[in-house]
């Protein structure tokens, strides 16, 4: 029998997308070193900020600044990364409430092992030195007090 | 909600508001979102028996049993029958453009293809499907539909169990099959041909 043949195989598509008004507010945030949600005609805020009222389906438009340290609502432990994860180290991922928003948003956290992370602890942000205007210029989030 | 469907909505108009902080910043327009698929490729045996035969430089097809219909590349089945294809049958390397597309604009990751470039639906003698390729050895103008090709192969000692040991196909300079003989209309002539027999 002959042998048998193998080859990798990629697929890639480079793809850039457009951002509309505001998602591309969020991302400019961020390039900045700040952090915005978006208000809902209520007063509540979305963080991250979406274009339309979930409820509603009415366009939204009001971006406000929310902080930069929140409430961890939610953590699970990724160990190990993938090979395309945006982390090469262990860590964890958490749903995190930034003050002065309603929602929670996806984001690392950065510490060194699962005791390290507690439902309702203050976590938050670092940042990278150098940003482009994409969600990955939020390093991750860190207890509040560590940097 | 707003009632008219075609009034764009707002948050895509432009008019949001924004914090002060960014009023005089270059706002980001655009966004990044690569995504990447890694594959390790194991083929089955009937793409096997088809790339191992690329380095004696032999292309092999399959023949449905059900009516004789021949498929390359090979894939063990008759699609339309769901038959099993366990006869391989040894085919030419030449045929003719079934049908033909010019790109214009480059792929990224495929530097090796210059622009502009044909890639084509290659229908060897003898098969009832054609696979693709690429037509090179003319101008881009000058590629159409029935020209007759051959395939232009890596020299000997540079073949592998690859497909990618023809390099691309060339005009053999014969005359053009007719249009409604070339590509799919092959098979709906020969469909014809045996309806009209039976």
Redesign the interface.
């Known amino acids: 029998m002959a042998e048998r043949l193998r080859a990798d195989l990629v697929l890639e598509y480079p793809f850039t997308r457009t951002t509309g008004p505001v998602i591309g507010a969020f991302l400019t945030g961020l390039r900045e070193g700040i952090i915005l949600g978006i208000r809902r005609p209520d007063g509540t805020v979305l963080c991250p900020p979406t274009e339309y009222d979930p409820e509603s389906s009415e366009p939204l438009t009001d971006l406000v600044e929310v902080g930069q340290s929140g409430e961890l609502m939610s953590w699970t432990w990724v160990d190990p990364p993938r090979s395309q994860s945006p982390w090469d180290q262990p860590h964890g991922l958490g749903l995190i409430r930034l003050d002065g928003a309603d929602t929670p948003m996806v984001h690392g956290l950065l510490v060194d092992g699962p005791e390290g992370l507690s439902v309702g602890m203050r976590v938050t942000a670092r940042w990278r030195p150098e940003r482009e205007g994409h969600i990955a210029d939020l390093e991750g989030f860190v207890p509040e007090g560590a940097d | 909600?707003s009632a008219d469907p075609s009034i764009p909505?707002?948050?895509?108009?432009?008019?949001?508001?924004?914090?002060e902080?960014?009023a005089d910043?270059?706002?980001?327009?655009?966004?990044?979102?690569?995504?990447?698929?890694?594959?390790?490729?194991?083929?089955g045996s009937a793409s096997?028996g088809y790339?191992?035969a690329f380095a004696d430089r032999k292309i092999l097809g399959q023949r449905s049993p059900v009516d004789g219909a021949v498929f390359v590349p090979p894939r063990g089945v008759d699609p339309r029958h769901g038959a099993a294809t366990p006869d391989y049958v040894e085919l030419p390397d030449t045929g003719h453009v079934g049908g033909f597309c010019v790109t214009r604009l480059p792929i990224?990751?495929r530097d090796d293809l210059e622009i502009p470039y044909v890639s084509a639906w290659i229908h060897l003698d003898g098969a009832d499907i054609g696979f693709l390729g690429l037509v090179a050895g003319i101008d881009t103008s000058e590629v159409r539909m029935g020209m007759r090709v051959r395939a232009v192969w890596k020299p000997d000692d540079e073949l592998g169990?690859?497909a990618e040991n023809i390099l691309h196909w060339e005009p053999t300079g014969e005359p053009d099959i007719p249009v409604t003989a070339a590509g799919t209309n092959a098979w709906h002539a020969k469909q014809a041909a045996a309806g009209e027999q039976g």
């Open positions: 909600m909505p707002t948050a895509l108009s432009g008019e949001v508001s924004l914090p902080k960014l910043v270059e706002p980001v327009r655009s966004v990044r979102t690569p995504i990447r698929l890694d594959y390790d490729f194991i083929p096997s790339l191992n990224p990751g169990r690859t």
